[in-house]
């Protein structure tokens, strides 16, 4: 079992699921993805930590199992086995609980688009609520990111503090 610290399970949804959409006809007219290198999630791992350490926080940890439980959920959105959003969560937690040992906290964010890394990131950054999971007090992260139709890509990312 997993114990969200001073939140309830239905606030801490509350606060993740202001779902972040990105239209396909986004653009970008620069990638930066240099000083990143790696992997699509290695990028997003770069892009984050880069963003919190602005902010005075510790960079996240890339876990491998909440890496695939986050890959797992991009995947299924991608291939429409689930829809756009954070169905499962609890269960992803759950998993990670069972896995990793007690989870004090836990939140998730989720983004679809013809995004490179940066620009995920940089969506998350520009709303609240994604904003907020990604300084929040947490030490782990799980990473994940599938193609769907088209360029559409679907994003992950799963904080985990434990």
């Excluded at 997993?2 to 239209?23: E, T, W």
């Excluded at 880069?50 to 959105?77: I, T």
């Amino acid at each position: 079992m997993f114990v969200l610290k001073s939140r309830s399970i239905l606030a801490l949804l509350v606060a993740i699921f202001s779902a972040f959409q990105v239209s396909a006809c986004s653009s970008a007219t620069t990638r930066h993805t240099t000083d990143a290198g790696g992997t699509l999630e290695e990028q997003i791992l770069f892009y984050t930590n880069k963003f919190r350490a602005s902010k005075g926080l510790k960079p996240l940890q890339l876990d491998s199992y909440c890496s695939q439980q986050a890959q797992r959920h991009s995947r299924d959105m991608a291939n429409g086995s689930t829809g756009f959003g954070h169905e499962g969560f609890e269960e992803r937690v759950a998993n990670i609980s069972k896995k990793l040992g007690r989870v004090n906290a836990a939140a998730e964010n989720v983004a679809y688009g013809t995004l490179d890394a940066e620009e995920v990131v940089n969506g998350w950054i520009k709303s609240p609520g994604h904003r907020r999971n990604m300084l929040g007090d947490y030490n782990t992260i799980g990473i994940g990111a599938a193609k769907g139709n088209g360029r559409i890509t679907f994003f992950t990312q799963v904080f985990i503090k434990k």
